[in-house]
């Protein structure tokens, strides 16, 4: 197994390396730049003089491959460099959305569990009763309903019927909790929803399949209890692909909620992301998008390993 | 369906009506927060280097200037004392002398004195190398800002300069303490620390800024709020959403005219209206040197088939635009009076014969029929995509078929620099109406000249206005100027002007909205009525 988990862990590092290629790439394929942005403002009449200064500050007048050659450099020191467009360390700019970021992904991940393992079991259980039939109905809405449109109507609904909106500043959870709920639970269960969708179905669809396995009639055929035989030895089965589905949506919540975050106003990693984009701030945008695979690739590592641990064939192989 | 914004509608007038005779009235009231939403946010924290509302919006609250335009003025173009007390001219118009107010403190408890100021301007007009300052050329005619003593300033200048005191009223240029421009130029880039009516609390990036009532404020009595609290909001969405639950009080850009008629329509009495002509504007500009452009007799087609008039009914009631106006912002000190505006081509009210006129032009020039062109649009939904439709549709009934291509933001500006382009949409926001500032663009030599023309006669005339001391003399040269632009050369066609609107909850009292979204925002006068 730790043989397993070596070579997984070493596959990290070149899967890293091209994505940090392709980003700083693609990114610079795209027309205009950080300094044009910054000073195509209202009176959009800035000199080329000071246009040419700024681009040499930020060493944009460079080769590509020495610009590219420094940043990786500074990778491997863990200097990510400064935000291009605020001047700020790239990890100050990060660490304050991370945090917020980080829960909502944890509390939709919550709502998206609590709502969708018990829902797609009893589904699966209770296949082609009316108790499958709503849950089902329930899933392909949630996977219909974007969140974004889901939050509009929390908002909306929120303002008309309690003349109320959810905080727009964020408050660390530690600071003053309830304030901090009040903020995002909304984007939570909006997200979760949707979230929970996807689980909802493969777990149902898991479970089907587990059902019918000569194991579990073996179970059953042993005379153990309804019980045991859906939690040791069904669920545990099914929860393979259903781990993986909410390992990987977990990962895209990091950086992934840009609309939902626009909705709510959340200062979390999706808006960043978005506006280091609009400004073109390459040192941002790289950094950003290394976080998040970063996040993808411990996720799928962590992942391997729950596989290993759910299923003794990976362990042994 | 038209009920409703019907109602909405009659509510903004009454509104209107009602909130600007109250806010004169009423006897200000100390206390409170004033909670604001900043569509944008800073991306450094230097005003003489920055380009965007989000440092004024946040910061100016921190920050005095010499000069300021007054708070009470609805044109936003008149200058008043700030730091400075009372200031005199030389008759040659070359020496202004201002006295400043003594007893400023930083919010450091030192003393503000005549150092600080000349620093401060000696930085924007002369920065020491490394450092940007991106309106110095508006200084040009400045030789030296000498402090003789304390608490006197003197500008000298090479010739007399009719926007001189509008150009010391600049938002941008905030006073900074000379010991520490002197230690570290940069300090401001990163650090907050002036003279305004507050104090600075925190700013949490992509969140909020904080300001707290500065108790040493010079002008005793003011502020009158405690503090206030910038949240920063990007979707337009959201801005409204936040008016609407009273998370945020104002906003101090604009709002469209759909996102007034709900705040108003979900409000009612809890919201006041403020609208005001804006001192920002979409502009044609047509390549000169790409056929058959390079003809006036094509541009001053263009131009003559836009029904401005019923233009501005109709794109008034979606979108950012209202008002047909001249080279400056209608209702100004030098705006384009009603009766010579028709004169221009394209302003007259009878569109038939425009028309009819423009389809001779183009006949003469040897366009034919159905000739068709490229018509470059930034990427941007307010006003310019509603401008852009608009503006093919008139078009079209002068015979032309054109396609329109919306550019990406950021690759915007690059596109017109390099001139590529056969007709694209172009705009300018000034921060003060103010001749030189909003026509520096059309001269020939302007960096922002993306048209290219090549107009001796244009050049010469800027320079007579911006040098003459005559109000009715630069009202007599600014007419010339306009008509030479825009109709005899056409040189660019001017659509309508931006209507700013700002919805703010009832309660909000003591701010007046300018034409410029630049000013008016040191928050002193501002107080909350409950």
């Known amino acids: 197994m730790w043989k397993y988990l070596f070579k997984r862990f070493l596959l990290m590092f070149p899967t890293l390396f091209g994505v940090a290629l392709l980003t700083f790439v693609l990114i610079r394929v795209i027309p205009g730049d950080v300094v044009e942005l910054r000073y195509s403002g209202d009176r959009g009449a800035v000199s080329q003089e000071v246009l040419d200064k700024e681009r040499a500050r930020f060493g944009l007048d460079r080769p590509l491959w020495k610009q590219f050659g420094t940043w990786v450099l500074g990778i491997a020191r863990l200097d990510f460099g400064e935000s291009m467009w605020t001047g700020a360390p790239i990890w100050q700019e990060i660490r304050l959305r991370f945090a917020l970021s980080l829960q909502v992904a944890i509390m939709a991940t919550v709502v998206a569990v609590a709502l969708s393992i018990p829902l797609g079991v009893l589904a699966a259980l209770k296949q082609d009763t009316w108790i499958d039939y709503a849950v089902r109905i329930f899933s392909i809405a949630g996977l219909a309903t974007p969140s974004f449109w889901l939050g509009i109507v929390f908002i909306l609904l929120l303002l008309i019927v309690f003349h109320w909106l959810p905080p727009m500043v964020y408050t660390p959870f530690w600071v003053d909790p309830w304030e901090n709920i009040k903020q995002l639970i909304w984007p939570a269960l909006a997200v979760g929803y949707r979230y929970s969708a996807v689980g909802m179905r493969m777990t149902r669809s898991a479970m089907l399949e587990v059902l019918r396995e000569d194991y579990i009639r073996t179970a059953r055929a042993k005379g153990l209890v309804q019980r045991l035989v859906l939690a040791r030895h069904a669920l545990k089965n099914a929860m393979l692909p259903v781990l993986t589905v909410i390992a990987l949506e977990f990962a895209f919540l990091i950086g992934g909620l840009v609309v939902t975050e626009q909705v709510f106003n959340l200062n979390g990693l999706g808006l960043l992301f978005v506006q280091a984009v609009a400004h073109r701030d390459y040192t941002l945008i790289q950094a950003l998008v290394m976080l998040v695979a970063g996040v993808f690739i411990i996720v799928n590592f962590l992942m391997d390993v729950g596989y290993a641990w759910l299923d003794p064939r990976i362990r042994y192989r | 369906m038209q009920r409703p914004l019907a109602r909405a509608l009659g509510a903004v007038l009454i509104v209107i009506a009602a909130a600007i005779p109250a806010g004169a009235q009423d006897k200000p009231r100390s206390g409170g927060e004033l909670v604001f939403v900043v569509p944008s946010e800073p ?11 989000g440092v004024i919006h946040p910061m100016a609250p921190h920050y005095s200037t010499l000069l300021r335009v007054d708070p009470t003025d609805k044109t936003g173009t008149k200058p008043v004392g700030d730091l400075a007390e009372s200031w005199t001219a030389s008759k040659d118009g070359l020496t202004y002398t201002f006295k400043l107010r003594k007893g400023v403190k930083f919010h450091d408890g030192s003393e503000m004195t005549s150092k600080d100021v000349k620093a401060s301007y000696d930085k924007i007009i002369k920065p020491p190398a490394g450092v940007k300052s991106l309106r110095k050329d508006m200084y040009d ?10 608490n006197t300033v003197v500008f000298k200048l090479k010739w007399p300069e009719s926007s001189l005191l509008l150009a010391l009223a600049s938002p941008w240029n905030w006073i900074y303490k000379a010991e520490i421009i002197a230690k570290d130029p940069h300090w401001y880039e990163t650090h907050v620390m002036g003279t305004g009516p507050f104090k600075f609390g925190e ?24 503090g206030y609290r910038a949240i920063f909001i990007s979707a337009s969405a959201a801005q409204v959403a936040a008016v609407r639950g009273e998370r945020a009080m104002i906003q101090f850009r604009s709002f469209s005219p759909p996102e007034r008629d709900q705040l108003v329509q979900a409000l009612g009495n809890k919201i006041a209206v403020q609208e005001s002509p804006w001192d920002c504007l979409n502009f044609v500009s047509m390549h000169h040197e790409k056929k058959p452009f390079d003809d006036k007799r094509v541009r001053r087609a263009l131009s003559l ?11 008034s009631r979606i979108t950012l635009v209202k008002d047909v106006g001249g080279i400056q912002v209608p209702g100004t000190p030098y705006a384009t009076p009603p009766a010579e505006l028709e004169k221009l081509a394209g302003y007259g009210h009878d569109i038939a014969k425009n028309r009819a006129e423009a389809k001779r032009l183009l006949k003469e020039a040897g366009v034919p029929d159905g000739f068709s062109f490229t018509f470059k649009n930034r990427g941007i939904p307010h006003p310019y995509e509603p401008l852009g439709i608009w ?26 620099k390099r001139g590529d382009f056969e007709v694209a949409m172009d705009f300018q926001c000034g921060f003060i109406v103010e001749p030189d500032l909003d026509l520096a663009r059309f001269v020939s030599t302007s960096d922002a000249n993306y048209g290219r023309h090549k107009d001796t006669a244009i050049d010469d005339m800027y320079i007579r206005q911006a040098r003459t001391t005559d109000i009715e003399e630069r009202k007599k040269i600014l007419r010339q100027f306009e008509k030479r632009l825009l109709d005899d050369e056409a040189h660019v066609i001017y659509t309508l002007q931006w209507h700013r609107i700002i919805p703010h909850l009832a309660k909000v009292k003591g701010w007046m909205i300018t034409p410029s979204h630049y000013l008016n925002n040191q928050l002193d006068t501002v107080w909350l009525s409950e």
């Open chain 2, 305 to 315: 088939a836009l029904d401005r008039y019923e233009g501005s009914k109709a794109l």
């Open chain 2, 141 to 150: 005619s400045v030789t030296s800002v000498e402090a003789p003593d304390s």
């Open chain 2, 391 to 416: 503006l093919i549709d008139q078009w079209r009934h002068i015979g032309l078929s054109v396609k329109q291509e919306f550019i990406e933001a950021s690759a915007y500006h690059p596109m017109l």
């Open chain 2, 203 to 226: 700013h949490v990036k992509g969140s909020h800024w904080v300001g707290k009532k500065n108790p040493d404020y010079w002008d005793k009595g003011k502020p009158y709020l405690d």
């Open chain 2, 43 to 53: 991306p450094s924290y230097d005003a003489h280097q920055e380009e965007t509302f």
